[in-house]
């Protein structure tokens, strides 16, 4: 038994600036207490402030009997876990993308499930370069052929699947709507004609774009106008929606075949009954809080602007704002930086992200005051 490649391995991590440690904070809001600091929270995906917000979870509990609702399912769904909060959150799910929805423990369970389930010895799964770790762990435990094309450029994806197609059975190709690292986002559109001009399936991770884009908060699938012509469309509730667990919406077929053959859904407990009453409870709202998925834009843009003038790199078009940094050293002295003066911004660091492109990731909030902000964007033009 070999215990000194592991110590190695975590100095070798040290020494290049790439070591994670679990931080124990308390919430209040959008504050974080950490290290006796009080600080506006920049690293949470609490995009509609809803997580902090007493007000709703004061409404849930007036209209629900939460001592009625189980705190644990105690089984998996295909057992006795399928409760009844299961079955009116998926209709609901389905009324509003027009297609059969399916909830699962977490978007990690959907993506390292839907894919090898659907994807076989015979077919090939494009994905973009920078989709989240869950879709590459996805394709990894599949057994199709794997092939990430480079970061939206979709000329790049024709020219594969122009050479190649014609090799393979099923083809799917895999994306992110909102991407998590740099903000932008994925031209849905396009990829519908890509997808449709090579008889493939399009699968869409809406991670970061469930409930903070779109008219009604269905992401950027309901903003492009797309949502009939995607195949799977995955999304979570963990994120904007204050929750746990997600979702892939699809046609009838597909969920009858997930059903039967996902590994992550069939080897899972399932949800509480009272996360899932939770869940639904927050959906119906999306729609009403338009407002606040402008207001997040306006804000974003207000970030890029400020950091542009201070000689910052930036990327993207969302509520996700990232200040590249260059090496993993600037990136955590600048994070240090902004959390001595009360702002709560994290690096994000080689290997999540290539090299030399470390960067703070500013997620936004709606529920953060003007005067709070107005704060952030003085302080980079005053003292970054």
Same mark, same amino acid.
């Given at each position: 038994?070999?215990?000194?490649?592991?110590?190695?391995?975590?100095?070798?991590?040290? !020494?290049?600036?790439?070591?994670?440690?679990?931080?124990?904070?308390?919430?209040?809001?959008?504050?974080?207490?950490?290290?006796?600091?009080?600080?506006? #929270?920049?690293?949470?995906?609490?995009?509609?402030?809803?997580?902090?917000?007493?007000?709703?979870?004061?409404?849930?509990?007036?209209?629900?009997?939460?001592?009625?609702?189980?705190?644990?399912?105690?089984?998996?769904? %295909?057992?006795?876990?399928?409760?009844?909060?299961?079955?009116?959150?998926?209709? !609901?799910?389905?009324?509003?993308?027009?297609?059969?929805?399916?909830?699962?423990?977490?978007?990690?369970?959907?993506?390292?499930?839907?894919?090898?389930?659907?994807?076989?010895?015979?077919? =090939?799964?494009?994905?973009?370069?920078?989709?989240?770790?869950?879709?590459?762990?996805?394709?990894?435990?599949?057994?199709?052929?794997?092939?990430?094309?480079?970061?939206?450029?979709?000329?790049?994806?024709?020219?594969?699947?122009?050479?190649?197609?014609?090799?393979?059975?099923?083809?799917?190709?895999?994306?992110?709507?909102?991407?998590?690292?740099?903000?932008?986002?994925?031209?849905?559109?396009?990829?519908?004609?890509?997808?449709?001009?090579?008889?493939?399936?399009?699968?869409?991770?809406?991670?970061?774009?469930?409930?903070?884009?779109?008219?009604?908060?269905?992401?950027?699938?309901?903003?492009? $106008?797309?949502?009939?012509?995607?195949?799977?469309?995955?999304?979570?509730?963990?994120?904007?929606?204050?929750?746990? $667990?997600?979702?892939?919406?699809?046609?009838? %077929?597909?969920?009858?075949? %997930?059903?039967?053959?996902?590994?992550?859904?069939?080897?899972?407990?399932?949800?509480?009954?009272?996360?899932?009453? =939770?869940?639904?409870?927050?959906?119906?709202?999306?729609?009403?809080?338009?407002?606040?998925?402008?207001?997040?834009?306006?804000?974003?843009?207000?970030?890029? !602007?400020?950091?542009?003038?201070?000689?910052?790199?930036?990327?993207?078009?969302?509520?996700?704002?990232?200040?590249?940094?260059?090496? #993993? !050293?600037?990136?955590?002295?600048?994070?240090?930086?902004?959390?001595?003066?009360?702002?709560?911004?994290?690096?994000?660091?080689?290997?999540?992200?290539?090299?030399?492109?470390?960067?703070?990731?500013?997620?936004?909030?709606?529920?953060?005051?003007?005067?709070?902000?107005?704060?952030?964007?003085?302080?980079?033009?005053?003292?970054?």
């Amino acid at each position: 038994m070999n215990r000194e490649r592991y110590g190695d391995k975590l100095g070798k991590i040290k !020494e290049a600036g790439n070591y994670r440690e679990l931080r124990e904070m308390q919430l209040n809001g959008f504050l974080v207490h950490h290290d006796g600091r009080e600080m506006l #929270n920049f690293s949470s995906n609490d995009y509609l402030g809803l997580a902090s917000n007493p007000a709703l979870r004061e409404e849930f509990r007036r209209e629900t009997d939460v001592l009625a609702l189980g705190y644990s399912a105690a089984s998996s769904r %295909l057992l006795s876990g399928n409760h009844e909060y299961y079955t009116l959150l998926e209709r !609901e799910l389905g009324e509003m993308y027009g297609k059969e929805a399916l909830v699962l423990a977490s978007g990690y369970h959907a993506n390292i499930g839907v894919l090898p389930a659907l994807a076989g010895k015979r077919d =090939w799964i494009l994905s973009d370069k920078l989709v989240h770790a869950s879709i590459i762990d996805g394709m990894q435990l599949s057994e199709a052929e794997g092939t990430r094309f480079r970061h939206l450029d979709y000329e790049h994806l024709r020219e594969l699947l122009a050479r190649q197609r014609e090799m393979y059975e099923n083809v799917f190709i895999a994306t992110e709507s909102v991407f998590s690292m740099d903000g932008d986002v994925a031209d849905l559109q396009e990829l519908c004609d890509i997808k449709r001009e090579f008889d493939a399936f399009l699968y869409v991770d809406e991670a970061h774009a469930m409930g903070a884009r779109g008219t009604n908060g269905l992401g950027c699938c309901e903003e492009q $106008g797309c949502a009939e012509d995607i195949d799977f469309i995955v999304g979570t509730f963990g994120k904007a929606l204050a929750s746990q $667990g997600a979702f892939v919406a699809c046609d009838g %077929l597909f969920k009858e075949f %997930l059903v039967n053959t996902q590994r992550s859904l069939i080897f899972s407990t399932a949800l509480p009954p009272l996360n899932v009453a =939770w869940t639904r409870f927050v959906l119906r709202r999306l729609p009403d809080l338009y407002a606040d998925r402008l207001r997040l834009a306006d804000v974003a843009g207000r970030l890029r !602007e400020t950091l542009v003038k201070r000689g910052f790199e930036t990327r993207g078009a969302s509520h996700i704002v990232p200040c590249l940094c260059g090496s #993993n !050293e600037n990136s955590a002295y600048l994070s240090s930086q902004f959390r001595d003066n009360g702002f709560f911004v994290l690096p994000i660091r080689y290997p999540t992200v290539p090299k030399n492109e470390a960067r703070l990731r500013f997620s936004l909030n709606a529920a953060i005051p003007d005067e709070d902000y107005e704060c952030l964007f003085e302080f980079i033009e005053v003292s970054c």
